[in-house]
């Protein structure tokens, strides 16, 4: 069974600075990873997809690789914004999408 | 607008009540999957389809039962809603693998 684990759980920046998010997943047998966010209360919105045979991608200020052979991806965020204050999420695509249980991010002004 | 459409985005059953979840998409999409939400628990897949005709059960399928008509619509039936079905509902969609999902704004199911 899959297991997707996202560190840390939750990150409180100042506006300004330059974040890492974590995610690794168990099995490398995926055929993508995907990124989201969701603002409370909301649904998710998907940020970035990297698909089984890329290393990374990019948008705007988010970049997100992935690393197959380690299980593990890396969601970059440049220049944090209070409004980039959000949960962000994990998937990695099987027959579904198993989802980590996410990274709870605040930035402060 | 293209998308996932849910309805509707709350609910409130009492135990042994029956409902079915809407879900819609436009996209034509063929996967369509439902999942739901709990705090602690992330998102956990319920059931699943790959196209009309076809469904299969994912992590969490008890109680929960699915048909898939059409392409465009992937209805949630609860037999007889129990408290632990207390939820936030999310359906979602994408053309075939290796694509975006799509979800949509999900439903907020509470069981009394």
């Known amino acids: 069974k899959q297991e997707v684990t996202q560190i840390p759980a939750a990150l409180s920046v100042p506006e300004g600075e330059n974040l890492v998010l974590n995610c690794s997943f168990t099995?490398?047998?995926?055929?993508?990873l995907q990124w989201f966010r969701q603002d409370p209360g909301k649904g998710l919105t998907s940020l970035l997809l990297?698909?089984?045979?890329?290393r990374e991608q990019t948008s705007g200020r988010l970049n997100a690789s992935l690393d197959k052979s380690s299980g593990r991806s890396t969601l970059y965020i440049a220049a944090s914004q209070p409004g980039d204050s959000a949960t962000y999420l994990c998937?990695?695509?099987?027959?579904?999408?198993?989802f980590g249980k996410g990274t709870s991010l605040l930035v402060t002004p | 607008n293209a998308g996932v459409t849910q309805t509707p985005k709350f609910q409130v059953l009492k135990t042994g009540q029956s409902m079915t979840l809407q879900c819609a998409q436009d996209?034509?999409?063929?996967?369509m999957s439902w999942y739901r939400q709990d705090p602690g628990m992330g998102l956990r897949l319920i059931h699943y389809?790959?196209?009309?005709?076809?469904?299969d059960q994912g992590e969490v399928p008890n109680g929960y039962n699915v048909s898939r008509s059409t392409t465009e619509d992937f209805p949630l039936r609860l037999l007889s809603a129990a408290p632990s079905q207390t939820s936030v509902y999310f359906c979602?969609?994408?053309?075939?693998?290796?694509?975006?999902?799509?979800f949509g704004s999900g439903t907020r199911l509470t069981v009394v």
């Open positions: 389809s790959v196209g009309a005709g076809i469904t």
């Open positions: 996209m034509n999409h063929e996967y």
């Open positions: 990297i698909q089984s045979s890329q």
């Open positions: 979602a969609s994408t053309e075939l693998r290796q694509q975006d999902y799509t």
């Open positions: 099995d490398s047998a995926i055929y993508n």
């Open positions: 998937a990695v695509e099987g027959y579904a999408l198993n």
